[in-house]
């Protein structure tokens, strides 16, 4: 394999990755384990430094992958050290703790947006955790990334699912780690969200759910129908609701902005496979994309 990255690897290295390292470095110290060798934020250096790269975390793991920085740790764990504790609970929370810096280095919006990326892998892969769903217009096989975007440099809120998951069910179960609680906004979404339990979910994390029928004019039936829900129907009935909901293109904007540049969240390679590895690999890639953004901007993470 190829150890040098392409030109526009380097660009992004050169440009996002002290801003990684320090990041972790910093957020880091707070997330420490008792009796190993790789405390982990070095287990995290290495895992983010084989994303940015697009490459396996095996190939981080040799020290003559990190020729072309200074920015590294001083010893590299082994492939099957690091498969190993990449799973253990301390580098989730730090992976987690990382996206806080980055997200709050804006104010959250008043108006947000929810919906799903599909993440297909190989109609021959023999992955037991991904699953045959809608992706792009077609059905195919593999995961989605379900988000709330609110226009910072990472989602509110995300979560990745096996792509046979309706976006129902994955709203109700991402919806409450959107730690709400009174008037915060509104959370605009298309019709594969119009049920009852996700406008409830929605409610109970402090926003409005606008999300359009599939018949405006059709009747409610004789089923509970969620107050939140009936507040929607009656804010797209005029132009108030009409013009926030319009607002809901920006969703598109920010998957968009995660994808279209070296080293973002492009198709899961071949070696990212199980539920567990690629919620890591979509962190990983959504973190290098909140950098992006924040060194575009010209923002500072607010790292304590």
Not at 22 to 28: I, K, Q, R, S
Request: hydrophobic share 40%.
């Amino acid at each position: 394999m190829n150890t040098h990255p392409n030109l526009e690897i380097r660009f992004m290295e050169r440009q996002l990755w002290p801003t990684l390292y320090h990041l972790v470095m910093t957020v880091g110290t707070s997330i420490r384990q008792v009796n190993v060798t790789y405390q982990p934020h070095i287990l995290v250096l290495v895992h983010l430094w084989a994303a940015l790269h697009d490459r396996p975390a095996s190939w981080a793991c040799d020290p003559r992958n990190w020729a072309h920085t200074t920015l590294r740790p001083a010893q590299l764990p082994a492939p099957a050290t690091l498969s190993r504790r990449l799973r253990s609970l301390a580098v989730g929370v730090l992976m987690r703790a990382l996206a806080r810096p980055l997200r709050e280095v804006l104010p959250a919006r008043l108006v947000q947006a929810l919906d799903g990326k599909p993440l297909p892998v190989g109609g021959a892969s023999h992955d037991p955790d991904a699953r045959n769903g809608h992706g792009a217009g077609k059905i195919a096989k593999g995961y989605k990334l379900h988000a709330v975007w609110g226009g910072r440099p990472l989602p509110e809120a995300f979560a990745v699912e096996p792509l046979n998951v309706c976006e129902t069910k994955a709203a109700e179960r991402l919806l409450p780690e959107l730690n709400g609680g009174g008037d915060r906004g509104y959370l605009l979404a298309d019709g594969e969200y119009d049920a009852n339990p996700v406008f409830d979910a929605a409610g109970a994390a402090g926003y409005q759910l606008v999300a359009p029928r599939e018949d405006p004019e059709a009747g409610l039936g004789h089923r509970r129908q969620s107050p939140f829900r009936l507040r929607c129907i009656e804010l797209l009935r005029g132009q108030f609701g009409q013009e926030v909901y319009a607002l809901r293109g920006a969703i598109e904007r920010s998957f968009g902005n995660a994808t279209s540049f070296a080293g973002g969240l492009s198709p899961l390679p071949s070696w990212v496979r199980r539920s567990h590895r690629v919620w890591r690999w979509v962190c990983a890639k959504l973190l290098i994309n909140g950098v992006r953004i924040v060194k575009k901007q010209g923002l500072t993470p607010q790292m304590e």
